[in-house]
């Protein structure tokens, strides 16, 4: 049990049963600390969870006392479900990213750095024809196996050895996007108090999937420095939010070093097809130590609404993660996973990344051309490789949560830096795959003259 529901738990005992009455004082902070040898910043905490409970609440000058409903409030029939949320180990977003979340679903929003694609770029057509061809069998309206579709994973096999990774169908499994794949590694392979080594803007700043199994997030230059870690996430290709994309050297630099310690790579490869030249070998191409976990999905090339990601790793590394998955949702979607396998035997899926990327590129010229000519004295920038995003950095720290409110009110939604990491004050993400150039351009003109009234 948690420190602070100890003293949570005593508190709401004590009102039960009479020992702490409607108006009565709680004794003092110091003396909390002391009864439960616990802190002062935990007795704060569990005070301030109370206080939101109506249980008790401060008196400026004259300590904490118990509210005049709260006999009542603990002896409603009702459970208390203030009390469980707040205990429960899954930790909530943090306040910003529900605002993004809440806000995302209001039409009239500029959703100027959201991480997907614009409905007119998804490959709406490539999967309406996959329906019309599909035939799907009585046995797929059942639970799929625990990996995943065997003709789907065949078919995955082949495309990867195409990247240089070179597996077999025991040595993949689908999973429901990128993010059940993360959380299906910390329950399988990680414990409670490890240390997971991350770029210093990362993706898994943004989410709570790690922190909320115990796992402490380690932001540093990935390219620099390796920490006493338990493993290393990494996006080498088209990195988010950032955008960066690591050369061979560089690769090589990252995988010897892991090598050396022994150490597990998570690599993420989401949007490694989206490189608008050249493309560079994932990491798992060149692993051979069988030391990477290697993620992609569908989510951001064809739809996120089709749910259907994979991981290859180690067979006994896939064996406990399907085991895991198992315990958790009885396998991915069968019917996505034959639209899926539809559309890379047939040949759409490879058409629609080709028009993809000419789209996406064609985006990041026109708004790379529009900060050259109204941000380049406020902002640096770097020219896109790929992928959805430009990290716009302001010379100033002006991205606060006040201007994130101010920017919502005016019907414009930015995902700030400090939500990638909370020390930055800097960047915002600004995506070209979603809203239209016209919306991001009046958007960012917008945005121009607020910070600089």
């Known amino acids: 049990m948690k420190k602070t529901e100890i003293l949570k738990k005593w508190v709401i005992t004590e009102i039960e049963q009479g020992g702490l009455t409607n108006g009565a004082?709680?004794?003092?902070?110091?003396i909390l600390a002391e009864m439960f040898n616990i802190n002062r910043s935990t007795v704060q905490q569990a005070l301030s969870e109370l206080a939101e409970q109506e249980l008790v609440c401060a008196k400026a000058g004259a300590g904490v006392f118990v509210t005049n409903a709260a006999w009542e409030i603990v002896q409603q029939k009702t459970p208390n479900w203030p009390m469980y949320i707040q205990q429960s180990f899954h930790l909530p977003n943090k306040r910003v990213i529900q605002r993004i979340n809440e806000l995302e679903q209001q039409p009239q929003m500029t959703r100027l750095g959201t991480g997907e694609l614009a409905p007119e770029l998804l490959a709406h057509e490539a999967v309406s024809q996959a329906?019309?061809?599909l035939t799907i069998p009585a046995s797929s309206l059942g639970y799929s196996s625990p990996q995943g579709d065997v003709k789907l994973r065949q078919l995955l096999v082949e495309r990867l050895k195409k990247k240089g990774i070179h597996v077999t169908v025991d040595e993949i499994m689908i999973v429901s996007g990128t993010?059940?794949?993360l959380q299906l590694y910390a329950m399988a392979l990680l414990k409670r108090g490890d240390y997971v080594q991350c770029a210093e803007s990362s993706y898994l700043q943004s989410i709570e999937t790690f922190q909320s199994f115990g796992i402490h997030l380690v932001q540093q230059d990935i390219l620099r420095e390796l920490n006493n870690v338990e493993a290393l996430y990494a996006i080498p290709t088209l990195n988010n939010p950032t955008g960066t994309v690591w050369n061979l050297a560089q690769r090589q630099r990252v995988l010897a070093k892991c090598a050396a310690a022994k150490l597990p790579i998570i690599e993420d490869d989401v949007y490694g097809e989206l490189l608008f030249h050249d493309t560079l070998p994932p990491l798992k191409a060149m692993d051979q130590a069988n030391q990477i976990i290697y993620l992609n999905s569908f989510s951001k090339t064809v739809s996120p609404g089709l749910r259907i990601g994979w991981v290859v790793g180690p067979r006994e590394v896939i064996a406990r993660m399907s085991?895991?998955?198992?315990?958790?949702?009885?396998?991915?979607?069968?019917?996505?996973?034959?639209?899926?396998?539809?559309?890379l035997q047939n040949g759409a899926y490879d058409a629609h990344i080709k028009q993809l990327r000419q789209q996406l590129q064609y985006r990041a010229q026109q708004i790379v051309e529009f900060l050259q000519r109204e941000f380049s004295t406020l902002s640096t920038?770097?020219?896109?490789?790929?992928?959805?995003?430009?990290?716009?950095?302001f010379k100033q720290p002006i991205v606060t949560e006040q201007l994130f409110e101010h920017l919502a009110s005016e019907g414009i939604l930015i995902n700030p830096g400090f939500i990638y990491n909370p020390h930055n004050r800097h960047h915002i993400r600004v995506s070209y795959a979603y809203a239209s150039i016209a919306q991001i351009t009046v958007s960012l003109g917008k945005l121009k003259a607020i910070i600089t009234h």
């Open 323 to 343: 085991d895991v998955k198992m315990q958790t949702d009885y396998g991915s979607s069968a019917i996505s996973q034959l639209i899926a396998y539809e559309l």
């Open 131 to 133: 329906l019309k061809m």
């Open 381 to 393: 920038w770097q020219t896109p490789h790929g992928g959805f995003y430009i990290w716009l950095r």
């Open 25 to 30: 004082k709680l004794p003092a902070q110091r």
């Open 179 to 181: 993010l059940q794949a």
